[in-house]
Structures are given as C-alpha cells and as structure tokens.
C-alpha cells in the first residue's frame, strides 16, 4: 500500500488534474497535501488507515470557481482509484463524498493560521501560531503551484523573525528557571509524584527549546516525539531527557536535565545568541541547580524591536502559555490569548 502522500500524488497527477485541465482548461490552480492527518508530515502508517485515511488531495481556485470545481469533480470523478474509493465517510460522519477539498489558499490559511501571512505579520500574529498550525500550511507536499502563491505563503512563515525567534527561546529559558529546582524540592519534600509531574513538563520544555534551536517547527504531541528524534539534537539528548522522565531519585533526574541543557546551551552559543559557559548553576545553598540566570538578558539584549523587548519574558507563543487542546487548535482562541 502507497503512503498517503504517493497516493495523493498519483491521484492528483492520474486523475483530478486532467479532469481541471478538461472541464476548466487554462484555470490556475494549485494542489497539494494540506491540513491535518498524519499523512501531511510523512509518518502515517498501517494503524493510520482504519478512519479519515485515503484518498486525499487539497485543490485551491479562483474564489468564483469554487462551487463549479467542487461540483464538477462531484460528478465526474470515478468510484474508485488505485483499489480505494474516491468517496468516504470521515469518523462520525455518514454521508460518503469526494475529499478532494475544494476552496482558495487565503481560505486554508485563515482557518490553519488565522490570517493570511503575505498581508504581512505582527509580532501578535507570529506569537500567535503553533507549530503544528504551520506545518499544517507547509510540511505537505505541492503537486502544483501556478501562481506561486503556495511558495510565497512557505516563504513567508519559513521561520520565525530573528526577535521573535530569540522571545521565544527566552522564554522557554524562563519555563525552564522557574520550575528546575522545584523538581528537586518536591521529592526532597517527599513528593515523588509532584516532582515527576515537574520533570516530565520541564523534559517537555527542554525538548521544544531544541526545536527552536534548529529552527524547526514542532507538531503537536503525538508526533512531538517523533520528530524530536529526527533533531540533531535528539542524538546527545534524547537518553538523557528520558532519564530525566523516568529515573528513580530525583538527583538522577536533576543531573540527567542539567547534561541536556548544558547541550542546548551550547548550541544556542554555537549560534551566537548567547554566551554564558555553563547551563546550570546552584540554587541558593540547597543541592539543588537552575538555569544560569544570565541566559535570559543575554538572549533578550540580541532584540532590536522595542515592542518585543517589552513583552513579558516567560510568557511566550501560545504553545508556550498552554497546552489545552481546544485552544491551541481554534486559531481565532490563539489570537486572543496572545492579544
């Protein structure tokens, strides 16, 4: 069996692109795999296919064509290609129809992103994304792009602004320096569960820092892992990270958090955004450490944006101020949250 991307390829390639080419010749269009599924980063599998898996295909037109295109392809595709039915119900739904979705790019982008980024983006807006709400706009594939307006989009939110970029990486700093030593507190205090709940959040912290660092995008946590595991980070910290999550004594958590960091650090030196020598240092007179807290204004001082260099540190993206599902995938709650 195909991936879902060879699928979507051929069938976009075998099929609907010369159905477009005959009901609407000469009408730009551009097509890909966009939105949600596994499929669009590449890691669907066997499991993948029992539910909203099969052939799938995004098609953007003019806004005016929309209803004539969806129409068009309602009625003339085939049953069936490559042994899959082009028509199907998605989880909890009844009706079977085509998932060749039908719409414009400014479309996907508002619900994805919740605004067009070639209209240009504020610092609200940037700190307004998820990860995964842009590798929904850019990790798919493009099948075709004939006005360039798919590659203009992927230019655009590529990466982070250098001064949002470094916010951001204070920030997680910042999640990091407030909760590190009451990892250790809370089992010294005989709190072993409280202070594993703190270790395996501080694990995550550690983990979406290294993303940043390698300017990628992090997705959302069923693939947060996975991806973490292609970083080139993940090759000097990913046992140690998994120490920190799951060895018995929290000075065993505590050394295996202070070696990742130390490797983060380093590499955020590499980069040339800080330059403090060591990750971690004592708290206070407790055996107990945190990070050095020189990190933070050294990566703020390389803000040039006087806007970003008033916004609280610590505070962050909204993937950094919370977690709830139901928040980080509404891109109009996003925006609200980041104000």
């Known amino acids: 069996m195909p991936t879902g991307i ?20 000469g009408m730009p269009h551009a097509a890909g795999r966009f939105g949600s ?31 004539a295109v969806d129409a068009e392809l309602a009625r003339t595709l085939p049953p069936s290609f490559s042994e899959l039915p082009t028509r199907f119900a998605f989880s909890g739904q009844v009706d079977e129809r085509h998932h060749v979705d039908v ?4 479309g996907l982008l508002r619900d994805r992103l919740g605004f067009d980024p070639r209209a240009g983006m504020s610092t609200s807006d940037w700190l307004s994304v998820t990860g995964q709400a842009v590798l929904e706009v850019t990790a798919g594939p ?8 798919v590659a203009e989009v992927r230019r655009v939110i590529e990466w982070y602004p250098d001064d949002v970029w470094c916010y ?83 000075q065993q958590r505590q050394e295996h958090l202070a070696f990742a960091l130390q490797v983060l650090l380093d590499a955020q030196n590499g980069l040339g955004l800080s330059s403090v020598a060591e990750a971690t240092v004592p708290f206070w007179d407790r055996p107990y450490v945190h990070p050095d ?24 993206s909204a993937e950094q101020r919370t977690d709830n599902v139901a928040l980080l995938t509404d891109a109009a709650a996003r925006r609200r949250l980041v104000g």
């Open 103 to 106: 719409g414009t790019l400014s």
């Open 142 to 149: 493009v099948f075709a792009d004939e006005t360039g307006a």
């Open 37 to 67: 599924g596994s499929d669009v980063l590449g890691l669907d599998d066997a499991m993948s296919r029992d539910h909203d898996w099969g052939l799938r295909l995004s098609l953007f037109v003019p806004p005016a064509m929309v209803p």
């Open 293 to 316: 807290p020189r990190i933070i204004p050294q990566l703020m001082d390389g803000v040039t944006d006087p806007g970003i260099r008033a916004l609280p540190v610590g505070v962050g």
């Open 168 to 250: 951001v990486l204070a920030s997680d700093w910042s999640r990091l320096e407030q909760e590190l030593p009451l990892m250790a507190r809370a089992a010294d205090a005989g709190d072993e569960l409280g202070s594993r709940v703190i270790a395996a959040r501080l694990v995550h912290v550690a983990m979406h820092l290294a993303f940043l660092l390698e300017r990628r995008w992090a997705p959302y946590s069923k693939w947060f892992g996975t991806l973490f595991g292609q970083l080139s980070l993940a090759t000097s910290t990913a046992d140690r990270l998994a120490g920190a999550a799951n060895d018995e004594t929290w």
């Open 6 to 25: 060879e699928l979507a390829r051929a069938y976009y390639v075998e099929v609907v692109g010369p159905l477009l080419a005959s009901a609407f010749p």
